[in-house]
């Protein structure tokens, strides 16, 4: 069993459309962490939250620590948000090693 | 630079041989990790570096893997005999060491082993 899921595993969406990727966890966390990983590799940070919701530009981050639960949101997609995000559990007490989802892969069509 | 460097981008090596990567984390950075992205897999941690503390070596996958950060700085990751399941991109990141503290990514070296 993952300590971390996340949904769905592929997404493909209009240029547009609002977007929800949900990632839940089973571990108890200092802090919940979304990536992006473009084509090529290269990995950005996207957010870091413990509780509550964080915004940056179009895309909104929250978090449901009772639920265990955590949401990426992508207003007005457009295609350059294609790409793999990818949900990481920073776990408490185990100094900062980190529980990866399996990413869920983005298509945003023009 | 202002970023993580990683070196090699990319290795390609035989299967037996021994190989080393290279990890610049960004400066003044106390906390390094190594991960590894296999293909069509996720991101699997490795090892974790903080300060002068012991590393947490508990994701390293066999004793043929190895890490050093000499200073407190730089990282080496070695893989020993290597196998070809050893195949995949090894990332590195470092942050600014507290807890919860977001981490910058390398480019990753895309090691294939033949």
């Known amino acids: 069993k993952n300590e971390v899921e996340q949904s769905p595993q592929n997404l493909t969406a209009q240029e547009g459309e609002f977007i929800t990727i949900n990632c839940s966890y089973s571990?108890?966390?200092?802090?919940l962490h979304w990536l992006q990983q473009h084509p090529g590799g290269g990995i950005v940070s996207l957010f870091m939250?413990?509780?509550g919701k964080k915004k940056h530009g179009r895309l909104i981050a929250t978090i449901n620590i009772q639920e265990k639960h955590s949401s990426l949101h992508i207003t007005a997609s457009h295609p350059r948000d294609s790409a793999v995000y990818i949900c990481?559990?920073?776990?408490?007490?185990?100094?900062?090693?980190?529980?990866f989802g399996t990413g869920t892969s983005l298509t945003v069509i023009p | 630079g202002a970023g993580v460097s990683q070196s090699p981008s990319n290795k390609v090596t035989e299967k037996g041989k021994d190989v080393e990567l290279r990890c610049d984390p960004i400066?003044?950075?106390?906390?390094l990790y190594w991960y590894r992205q296999s293909l069509g897999q996720g991101l699997e941690f490795l090892i974790y570096?903080?300060?002068?503390?012991?590393?947490?070596k508990s994701g390293l996958p066999s004793d043929r893997f190895s890490a050093e950060r000499t200073g407190g700085s730089v990282s080496t990751l070695t893989i020993q005999r290597t196998q070809q399941e050893d195949s995949a991109v090894y990332l590195c990141?470092?942050?600014?060491?507290?807890?919860?503290?977001?981490?910058?990514f390398g480019d990753g070296t895309r090691l294939s082993i033949l």
């Open positions: 571990v108890g966390i200092s802090a």
């Open positions: 570096f903080q300060g002068n503390s012991a590393p947490d």
């Open positions: 990481a559990a920073g776990r408490r007490n185990t100094g900062n090693q980190f529980y």
């Open positions: 990141a470092s942050s600014a060491g507290q807890k919860g503290q977001p981490q910058h």
């Open positions: 939250l413990s509780s």
């Open positions: 400066s003044g950075h106390t906390a």
